[in-house]
Nanobody
């Protein structure tokens, strides 16, 4: 079983920055994608940013130019640097890993418990 341990959320004023980290607790045979989703109250969960195998990145349009995702493969850790934060970025941010635990297992989606990001105006 894989546990995703998130850190870095908190309260920040508009225009400020936060850095989220997510570390996988177990060694992963192969990772198809790793990244961050968010869910604001009353809204659906949405992809914020991810890195897929090969290193390509995807970003939600509203965060392009403000957020940067990066990954440390040796540590099975993904980071989300969030700059120029806006009140509309307020949400619970969830780490996601899509991958195979071993050569013989299927590809699964693993989720962190979420970390709250609150941006005050």
């Amino acid at each position: 079983q894989v546990r995703l341990v998130e850190s870095g959320g908190g309260l920040v004023q508009a225009g400020g920055s936060l850095r989220l980290s997510c570390a996988a607790s177990a060694r992963i045979f192969s990772i198809s994608a790793m990244g961050w989703y968010r869910q604001a109250p009353g809204k659906q969960r949405e992809l914020v940013a991810n890195i897929i195998s090969g290193g390509s990145t995807n970003y939600l349009d509203s965060v392009k130019g403000r957020f940067t995702i990066s990954r440390d493969d040796a540590k099975n850790t993904v980071y989300l640097q969030m700059n120029s934060l806006k009140p509309e970025d307020t949400a619970v941010y969830y780490c996601n890993l899509e991958g195979k635990l071993t050569r013989h297992t299927a590809t699964y989606d693993y989720w962190g418990r979420g970390t709250q990001v609150t941006v005050s105006s």
